[in-house]
């Protein structure tokens, strides 16, 4: 298993990559923002499938989520914190 972390080095990783054979399994790992989509999350899925179409074993992809919640969107507080720069 992989994982993709937010800039803080101490921080949990925001996505997880795990690869079974043909299935990629990518976890979204922020459940206490109920896994909603910040700029290092979107960074880090792009990477992933990047990396994903250019792999000819991956025959599936799984997208999962850790928490209570899968995904409600963009992080809407990151996007109004960038908007007051």
């Known amino acids: 298993m ?7 080095p ?12 043909p299935v990629t399994t990518l976890t979204l ?7 909603a989509l910040s700029e290092q999350l ?3 899925l792009q ?3 990047d990396r ?6 991956t025959r599936v992809v799984v997208l999962a989520a ?6 409600p969107g ?3 507080k990151q996007m109004r914190a960038n908007e007051s720069r």
């Open 42 to 44: 979107l960074t880090a």
């Open 47 to 49: 990477q992933a499938l």
């Open 29 to 35: 790992n922020r459940p206490q923002q109920y896994n």
């Open 66 to 71: 850790r928490g209570k919640a899968f995904c």
């Open 52 to 57: 994903i179409a250019a792999d000819p074993d």
């Open 2 to 8: 992989s994982a993709v972390a937010d800039a803080n």
């Open 10 to 21: 101490v921080a949990e990783p925001v996505l997880l990559v795990e690869q079974h054979g």
């Open 74 to 76: 963009h992080d809407l």
